[in-house]
């Protein structure tokens, strides 16, 4: 009997039979054309996803109308016959891997941006804009007008071998503000009742059955609650599907509204979050509706979509990041390798490179933390196994060591790994000891069986050096030798009440129940909540105006909101200037001094790289390649990318 047989049962859904429970969730890729098609570079991408086993693949977020409301600069206009082409083109990639396409109908409303729309900012009522421009209520004309661009939009995406169609009526979009109390103000038929304020949603509903035929399969993307006072309940909701049983497809619960920033961490999940978080809302529309329900938010563990699915909470799982993570990762639960399966951090760095209008530039693509292939899909589709082979060192078993080491291996290189102390995971193996990172020890844990299962040569509690040098006869040395705290030069820095950010899990029991931490980026801010968490009192100074900008967006937001639970203080532009054993001394821009008392100092004043070190070794063979924090002190995601790198090149 298969481990996941439910979550790998077929179902029906509308006129079409999907080979499984998984939906690639929409998250849309805007680096499109000037035009804003498709390129090569963003069909790969959803072809790796059907690729890797997904049933449903969605492509994301679509444009209706440039006339009425822009949100996002660049995304595919369905309003344009010549989108055709590269649409079509997609469809075919995804239908090549027996998987289904659909696509995501979008329009902003409120929400349109005036960075890239110029037009009036159309909500269901009046009212000031959040991005400094009123809001103008929508008129019955321009209404009726919308309504027929999203059935116009359908219809284009049928054209374009679309086989299903979502619409999203949730997280605050147009739809979504006509239902919401919060936005919807109105006296006239689309105002008041729940049924006037859910018309407009039967009339898009109605106007793409007539251009698209009954039998095309539509899916409404929703919020089970908006998560804030005044706003939609659960309980709203229920009574909400109820109007629309029967007449659309599939409903696709989610949560929040982008009204609120904070329901954002609901919306895409933090990792303080439990996970599968929006699954008590599908569970409770599914018991009153016939039609399909699917839920979405944090569902990456593998036994908990098994269950979800078996226990009859939801229909269906909705997927975003954990495919973006390992496109692979139905193939892999499919055919019992979901120990391989390469676990989302929820560490939010995806979603913001993008999150306008929060961040200054939108980088219009996915990349991931933990997975170094992601947004280069098309460039690496054909990499090769070595015609030379070649013997490598690598040195230092962190995650850039051990990726190298994967895929040098992978493509038939013989490789030893060299690692100093008695066990691989480098700056990992922190995660071990942190509630939150979880998923991060996960994922060293994932690195360190696939280096076990390899014909990897691993050399525990060995230090490089020119003997290993000469045993090995490498023809490249590849350094990951990782970094080493700064110590900043502050009168007492070595007394011993100070204990280094890096390396602090392995000193816990030295660590006082009032705690002081020097350095406000995301170490120091991690850190802090973590010992926040458990009991202590912290205190976390910096020089900067803010804490935590080293973050992405989301996740910095996440850390902030999760800080006002404990008994947490941050002091910021100040600088320490001594550390005593009571505490520290620290001084602001105006000269003034404070005595903040702590049983211990924290230092996170940031890691430099060992760079002496690793320089040492390039005269040792004939190639040589400095990768992850021993080039320069960074993040998992590079160590990743530079490891993967290494691997394909040489």
């Known amino acids: 009997m298969k481990k996941f047989k439910h979550l790998f049962s ?287 938010g944090a569902l990456g563990d593998p036994d908990m979509m098994e269950q979800i699915i078996a226990e009859g909470k939801a229909d269906m799982v909705g997927l975003a990041r954990p495919l973006i993570a390992d496109p692979d990762l139905p193939n892999k639960l499919k055919c019992g390798h979901d120990e391989d399966v390469t676990p989302c951090l929820r560490c939010e760095s995806c979603i913001s490179e993008s999150f306008v209008p929060y961040v200054k530039y939108a980088s219009k693509i996915v990349r991931c933390t933990v997975n170094p292939t992601s947004y280069r899909e098309f460039a690496l589709q054909n990499i090769q196994p070595a015609k030379d082979i070649k013997n490598v060192l690598v040195i230092g078993g962190g995650p850039a060591g051990m990726e190298a080491a994967i895929t040098l291996s992978d493509r038939g290189h013989n490789v030893t790994l060299c690692e100093k102390t008695d066990s691989l995971g480098g700056a990992l193996k922190f995660a071990k000891h942190v509630s939150f990172k979880e998923d991060l020890e996960k994922f060293m844990n994932v690195l360190i069986s696939r280096v076990q299962k390899r014909k990897i040569h691993v050399m525990l509690n060995t230090t490089a050096d020119e003997k290993i040098v000469e045993i090995v006869k490498p023809d490249v040395i590849v350094a990951a030798l990782g970094a080493e705290s700064i110590v900043p030069n502050i009168p007492g820095i070595n007394k011993e009440n100070v204990v280094m950010a890096v390396g602090m899990h392995e000193k816990a029991n030295t660590i006082g ?39 992405p967006y989301l996740h910095r937001e996440a850390v902030l909101l999760e800080m006002k639970k404990y008994d947490l203080e941050v002091i910021t532009e100040v600088v320490c200037k001594e550390i005593t054993d009571n505490g520290i001394v620290v001084t602001d821009a105006d000269g003034n001094v404070k005595n903040i008392d702590a049983d211990t100092v924290i230092v996170a004043a940031g890691l430099k790289a060992l760079e002496s070190e690793a320089e040492s070794f390039r005269d040792k063979a004939d190639y040589f390649w400095r990768i992850g924090d021993c080039l320069k002190a960074r993040k998992v995601y590079d160590a990743m990318r530079e490891g993967y790198n290494a691997g394909i090149d040489i």
């Open 10 to 296: 077929p179902i029906k859904i509308g006129s079409i039979t999907l080979k499984n429970r998984i939906e690639a969730a929409p998250m849309a890729i805007a680096n499109h054309t000037a035009e804003g098609y498709l390129t090569s570079e963003n069909i790969a991408v959803y072809e790796a996803r059907a690729k890797g086993g997904a049933a449903l693949i969605n492509m994301g977020e679509a444009q209706i109308d440039h006339l009425t409301g822009i949100s996002h600069e660049m995304l595919l206009p369905l309003e344009d016959p010549g989108v055709l082409p590269s649409l079509l083109a997609a469809t075919d990639a995804i239908r090549r891997h027996n998987a289904v396409s659909c696509i995501e109908l979008v329009h902003p409303g409120t929400r349109s941006n005036p960075d890239y729309y110029d037009g009036p900012m159309w909500g269901p009522s009046a009212g000031p804009g959040h991005l400094g421009i009123d809001y103008s209520e929508l008129d019955e004309e321009t209404i009726n007008y919308i309504v027929e661009k999203f059935g116009d939009a359908a219809e284009m995406a049928k054209l374009g071998g679309v086989d299903m169609i979502m619409i999203h009526g949730g997280h605050g979009w147009l739809l979504h503000q006509f239902l919401s109390p919060l936005n919807n103000k109105r006296t006239d038929k689309f105002g008041g009742s729940l049924e006037n304020r859910a018309r407009i949603y039967l009339m898009v509903i109605e106007n793409i059955r007539e251009k698209c035929g009954p039998d095309y399969p539509i899916e409404l993307r929703m919020s089970g609650t908006e998560l804030v006072e005044g706003g939609l309940t659960l309980e709203d909701q229920v009574e909400f599907v109820k109007l629309l049983d029967g007449k659309v497809d599939l409903f696709h619960v989610s949560s929040g509204t982008f009204h609120v920033p904070e329901t954002n961490l609901h919306m895409f999940p933090s990792m303080f979050l439990e996970k599968g978080c929006n699954v008590y809302l599908a569970e409770a529309i599914k018991k009153v509706v016939k039609t399909p329900v699917i839920t979405v």
């Open 513 to 551: 129940n009032n705690v002081v931490i020097i350095g406000g980026g995301l170490v120091g801010c991690e850190e802090g909540l973590h010992l926040a968490s458990l009991g202590k009192k912290v205190t976390i100074v910096e020089m900067k105006k803010e804490i935590g900008r080293d973050a």
